[in-house]
T-cell receptor, first 112, second 114 residues
């Protein structure tokens, strides 16, 4: 069963705009990770946020985590056409021995 | 970060046949995983490949259909047995770096079963 549920399922924005994607989950977690996938290829790891962290930054990426609401958001600032991809959140549940449970994914289209 | 390669990158197979997918990592890792991604879907964990012992399968996946080998800390194989068109998917291996908790994925094997 899938733990992470992202929304929106699809997002279309203009180049230069910011893109915000949300993820909700159900159980207690050790960490939450965001991945990008281009056209059905392998997953590229973007960022990991631990359960005791509230916010992390990496370049144009900003991730927040609210464990009380069991939700996370991924913000991509100043988007580029190359950011067009599918984005997945994945949770490592407490005691799950590093196994990840993936959400359904968000399709982001950045129009040039 | 770990560098992971998979072979083959893609294949087209006839139903009833089997395909073995290889996953090679450039460093020794304790934990390796195999995932399936059906067309237009998210990733689902098939099993955890344990070095020196049998793989641990998730609900809905069985060893007879998806036998896994893990002969050492840098290599694993997943076999998709007696394939049917429903097995058409991308199969991905991954490893986790315990120090960083991050899970890295291979490029995937795209399988089409006719």
């Amino acid at each position: 069963s899938q733990q992470g549920e992202e929304d929106p399922q699809a997002l279309s924005i203009q180049e230069g705009e910011n893109a915000t994607m949300n993820c909700s989950y159900k159980t207690s977690i050790n960490n939450l990770q965001w991945y990008r996938q281009n056209s059905g290829r392998g997953l590229v790891h973007l960022i990991l946020i631990r359960s005791n962290e509230r916010e992390k930054h990496s370049g144009r990426l900003r991730v927040t985590l609210d464990t009380s609401k069991k939700s996370s958001s991924l913000l991509i600032t100043a988007s580029r056409a190359a950011d067009t991809a599918s984005y997945f959140c994945a949770t490592a549940a407490t005691g799950a021995n590093s196994k990840l449970t993936f959400g359904k994914g968000i399709t982001l289209s950045v129009r040039p | 970060s770990a560098v992971i390669s998979q072979k083959p990158s893609r294949d087209i197979c006839q139903r009833g046949t089997s395909l073995t997918i290889q996953c090679q990592v450039d460093s020794q890792v304790t934990m390796m995983f195999w995932y399936r991604q059906q067309p237009g879907q998210s990733l689902t964990l098939i099993a955890t490949a344990n070095q020196g012992s049998e793989a641990t399968y998730e609900s809905g996946f069985v060893i007879d259909k998806f036998p896994i080998s893990r002969p050492n800390l840098t290599f694993s194989t997943l076999t998709v047995s007696n394939m049917s068109p429903e097995d058409s998917s991308i199969y991905l291996c991954s490893v986790v770096d315990r120090r960083r908790e991050t899970q890295y994925f291979g490029p995937g094997t795209r399988l089409l079963v006719l």
